[in-house]
């Protein structure tokens, strides 16, 4: 609570999935701009819990936050539907989530997500623990997690996908 206040965080950009969003809504409620992101949600195992309410639904829950939600990533319904996403196309999420996030203006920025995607996708071999040559992460993430870190991109580091 109090912890994540002094983090001044410029901006918050969570899965569609209802516990990241409410995770999300909780425990920033102080950060006005709240992006909700297809491309954050955990990886599609088939499984009713890795499906996600309507964008409507999702807008009507978000009503009643303190915040503005922005919406513009997400499709009307979930675009997966009842089937398995590949590892690949999972990985492809991520690098097309650190593309967005490198290219915001907001130098503090809380991401709620997955541990799958965070794991594998950002800080797995193909993501910016191989990109940014260092290892940040001494092992997986943990259920409910906050952790903080610095993340420093040059020019170079910029052009992830």
């Given amino acids: ?9 410029e ?3 969570t899965s569609p999935l209802r516990r990241a969003i409410e995770t999300a809504a909780l425990s920033f409620p102080q950060v006005p701009s709240l992006h909700v992101l ?6 599609h195992s088939g499984r009713a819990c890795d499906c996600r309410a309507s964008r409507a639904e999702i807008a009507a829950t978000l009503k009643h936050t303190r915040c503005l939600p922005d919406l513009s990533g997400l499709q009307s319904e979930d675009p997966f ?3 398995r996403e590949s590892t690949s196309a999972a990985e ?9 996030l490198t290219s915001r203006p907001e130098k503090i920025i809380a991401v709620v997500s997955h541990r ?9 071999p193909r993501g910016l623990q191989l990109q940014m040559g260092v290892s940040i992460l001494p092992h997986g993430f943990g259920h409910c997690e906050v952790r903080a870190c610095a993340v420093t991109l040059d020019d170079q580091d910029r052009t992830v996908g």
């Fill in 1 to 9: 609570g109090s912890n994540l206040r002094r983090l001044n965080v």
């Fill in 11 to 13: 901006l918050v950009a």
């Fill in 38 to 43: 297809e491309n954050l949600r955990e990886r």
């Fill in 81 to 83: 539907g009842a089937g």
């Fill in 92 to 100: 492809t999420r991520a690098r097309l989530v650190l593309a967005w």
């Fill in 116 to 124: 799958w995607l965070l794991d594998k996708g950002f800080f797995g």
